[in-house]
């Protein structure tokens, strides 16, 4: 038997005034461009914080944009659907991404996180310049430096999970923390 969907607690959970933001479908260049404004908004009174956020945003809403393997027909084009979530608690904000991902690309997302996570800050930005000279992945749109530019501007480690949902696809999430409180030296 199907579990019935309680559209309740999904607005419970929405409501939740550690949710500041929070979005699941398609992701456009649109839908982009409007989450940016609000984080924009959200944030203007710290411009440390907004800049923080708005970059790993864009790093990883790209990523829903360009690898999601879930896909929906809007007017005459496909876009990616994914999942977008902004939340808080007393002393960071927590950023996390996802979206579906076919199964044979899962054991290099994760290595890839994990690779990124066992690294400190000079062995990030050394590693990120070797990505960059290094030949485009199969599925790479660019240089494969996202994660590890979100890792940089973060300062803390990436979370990465994902759930097998059949033989072909597995849900993919990534969270990054992001200090209310900056610490020196955040220009990477």
Known sequence: MEEEFSLFEYYSLTK?????????GP????????ISKDIRA??????????KIFAIYMELAQ???????EKIMMSSRQDSVGTILLTQSEDN???????????RYLDELVESCEIINSMNRDELREYKRQQRSNDRKE???????????V????????KAEYRKLDEVHSFF?????????????TED
Request: some cysteine; charged content about 20%; proline content about 4%.
């Open 151 to 158: 890792a940089l501007t973060s300062r803390h480690p990436l």
């Open 63 to 69: 990523n829903i944009l360009y690898y999601s393997s």
């Open 139 to 149: 599925r790479s749109r660019g240089a494969g430096i996202g994660l590890i530019q």
């Open 27 to 34: 992701v456009s260049d649109v839908i982009l461009r409007e």
């Open 16 to 24: 939740n005034p550690n949710v500041l933001i929070c979005y699941r």
């Open 173 to 185: 999430s990534l969270a990054v923390r992001i200090s209310k409180l900056i610490e020196p030296d």
């Open 93 to 103: 904000y927590v950023f996390s991404c996802g979206n579906l991902v076919e199964n």
């Open 42 to 51: 959200k944030f203007s009174e710290n411009v440390q914080v907004s800049r």
